[in-house]
């Protein structure tokens, strides 16, 4: 399964978080969240994540550390931009860990179905499906 971002359903976006976390990968997967913000910014888009981290094992030291500290420093913008956050985890007692809310008021769902996952996401783009307009200008009458 390893360690990616996959942005082929759009705003759906899907990742995993399993095997042994690198270093090499926390930078990876950090720097598709980054490729994430900048769509969404760009598209003047919502989205939300599902992290499919059933298999996931002991992290290489100072991995997590590094997906911590960049979610940490952007806590304020990704909860603007992400309607929510599902972790996909291997068993209940770890999915009634993940706290609501998250980082910066982030909605966030632990659970160990994956399609259930992938309806609630799905669920809450719907909630938030209208992108955000920009306000027209309109002349003086």
Known sequence: MGNHVDLDRWPLVTAAQNG?????EANRLNDGMREVLGRAQAENRRFAVVVDQRERQAPEKGALE?????WSEREAEIAEWCVGYVSVVATPSLADLVENPGPGGLT????????????????RLAMF???RAVPESRPDS
């Open 20 to 24: 042994r976390l690198t270093v090499e």
């Open 129 to 131: 499906a209208e992108v």
């Open 66 to 70: 590094i997906i911590h500290t960049f």
């Open 108 to 123: 966030v769902l632990g659970t160990v179905d994956y399609d259930a996952a992938v309806l609630w996401a799905d669920d």
